[in-house]
């Protein structure tokens, strides 16, 4: 079975300072990989999909890009936080025998 | 795009009584529907995945789909304490079926 780890869990950052938030991926090759955000008290939503190596399709706009460096591996980054960007972030694979997704546990990131 | 509203956005019922949560959605070509719920402690996982009209049924979870009424129920049978959760529906989009959007969730409260 796959295995989602992200990091870091929780990040403490200052306005106008960068950010790389990882997610690996282990027991599932070429998997379908997305990016989610939850500001608190508000809707998950999804940021970013990759199917492939060196590919990444933006959903919604945030400020924000991805990369998918590895088969593996999936980047959330930024160079300016902005405070919106707030919230907890999460990790996804589908599972493509029943489409279903399996979720990372998240990354808390609070911007000050 | 596809709109995705829940109801009630919370719920409390005894252990042991049906727990009943709601979804309607905008745009009822989609092809498949999810229920999730996030636990404060486990994360988001996933509960029950249908594709077409009718019923499916996971455990004691079973999720009603009707795509002439753009209408997709969860229902629990026996709910105890530890179901206590938000219960996320989700709805995919697009001509991949990479896009997936949430509801805003029921919070769901199970009483002993």
């Known amino acids: 079975a796959q295995t989602i780890h992200q990091w870091p869990v929780a990040e403490i950052k200052a306005v106008g300072s960068p950010l790389s938030l990882g997610c690996t991926i282990k027991?599932?090759?070429?998997?379908?990989l997305y990016w989610y955000w939850q500001a608190t008290g508000g809707t998950l939503q999804q940021l970013f999909y990759s199917i492939t190596v060196g590919q990444v399709e933006s959903v919604v706009q945030l400020n924000l890009s991805a990369s998918r460096p590895k088969d593996d591996q999936f980047i959330l980054s930024t160079e300016k936080l902005l405070l919106s960007h707030s919230g907890f972030y999460l990790c996804?694979?589908?599972?493509?025998?029943?489409?279903?997704?399996?979720f990372g546990h998240g990354t808390k990131l609070s911007v000050l | 795009q596809q709109k995705v509203q829940q109801s009630p956005e919370s719920l409390t019922v005894s252990e042991g009584a049906m727990a009943s949560l709601n979804c309607t959605f905008s745009d009822g070509t989609s092809n498949n529907f999810r229920w999730y719920r996030q636990h404060s402690a486990k994360g988001l996982e996933v509960l029950v995945s249908i594709f077409s009209d009718g019923e499916k049924e996971e455990g004691r979870f079973t999720a009603h789909l009707n795509r002439a009424n753009l209408h997709v129920s969860l229902h629990i049978r026996e709910p105890q304490p530890s179901d206590s959760a938000v219960y996320l529906c989700a709805v995919n989009y697009g001509s991949s079926g990479n896009k997936l959007i949430f509801g805003i969730g029921t919070l769901l409260s199970v009483k002993p």
């Open positions: 027991g599932k090759s070429s998997p379908n």
């Open positions: 996804a694979c589908r599972d493509n025998s029943n489409e279903r997704l399996f």
